[in-house]
């Protein structure tokens, strides 16, 4: 199937409910392109370096770039300057970090908060149990504005994961509840390619889809 195809495709699954991520690690720019071409709004990216010089090469500038992996520290400075988003907010030294470059910058930047909902040691992400306590101590940033959550899951059956899904929309439902001052729960970012279906079913409002969308 082409890319346009596979958009099709995709885009008939989720619904105008749902906002695609268009996940573009390791493809090439002629790609990337073509899929913003065909409508694409939204672009995920792994690593700080490689959206750097992708974003330079692209036709528009009239996309929203998001961090989806690990973001470190010394990474920061570059990476607010790149993405329209941080999904992949994991520690408070890193939101703290990305507070400071922000307020030099005078701007504020999107996050979500990455939390680990299958308590993985070997992956990054908040621990379920900490995510209030998290949330809370967010709140007191002012130059970092957080909408939502992005799971870390298990990469496992779709099928075996939907628990995982049910329980990140319950804390998402109850960080909602609680109105944290400064605190607005807009986006429950989960589900990915092989499980995009499942998540969409539990809550999900937006997927990172990449295999997806450039498979032949």
Same mark, same amino acid.
């Given at each position: ?31 990337? %392109? ?21 974003? &330079? ?6 996309? %929203? ?43 504020? &930047? ?5 939390? %680990? ?100």
């Amino acid at each position: 199937m082409s890319v346009a195809k596979n958009l099709e495709s995709i885009n008939s699954i989720i619904g105008s409910g749902v906002k695609l991520v268009v996940v573009t690690k390791n493809r090439s720019i002629r790609e990337i %392109n073509q899929a913003i071409f065909l409508g694409v709004k939204d672009i995920g990216e792994n690593k700080v370096s490689e959206a750097k010089e992708k974003k &330079m090469q692209i036709i528009t500038k009239k996309v %929203n770039w998001h961090m989806i992996g690990h973001l470190q520290r010394n990474k920061v400075k570059d990476a607010i300057n790149i993405f329209d988003m941080i999904q992949s907010v994991d520690s408070l030294k890193l939101a703290k970090k990305i507070d400071f470059w922000c307020k030099l910058k005078n701007k504020v &930047m999107s996050i979500l908060v990455q939390v %680990n909902i299958g308590r993985e040691p070997q992956k990054y992400g908040i621990r379920p149990e900490d995510v209030f306590s998290f949330l809370k101590e967010l709140s007191k940033l002012k130059n970092i504005k957080v909408l939502g959550f992005m799971a870390t899951t298990p990469f496992i059956e779709s099928e075996k994961v939907r628990h995982y899904f049910k329980e990140l929309k319950m804390l998402f439902n109850q960080a909602k509840e609680r109105k944290i001052p400064l605190i607005e729960m807009k986006y429950l970012s989960m589900g990915m390619t092989n499980d995009f279906e499942v998540a969409i079913k539990e809550g999900s409002n937006m997927v990172r889809i990449g295999t997806g969308v450039f498979k032949k």
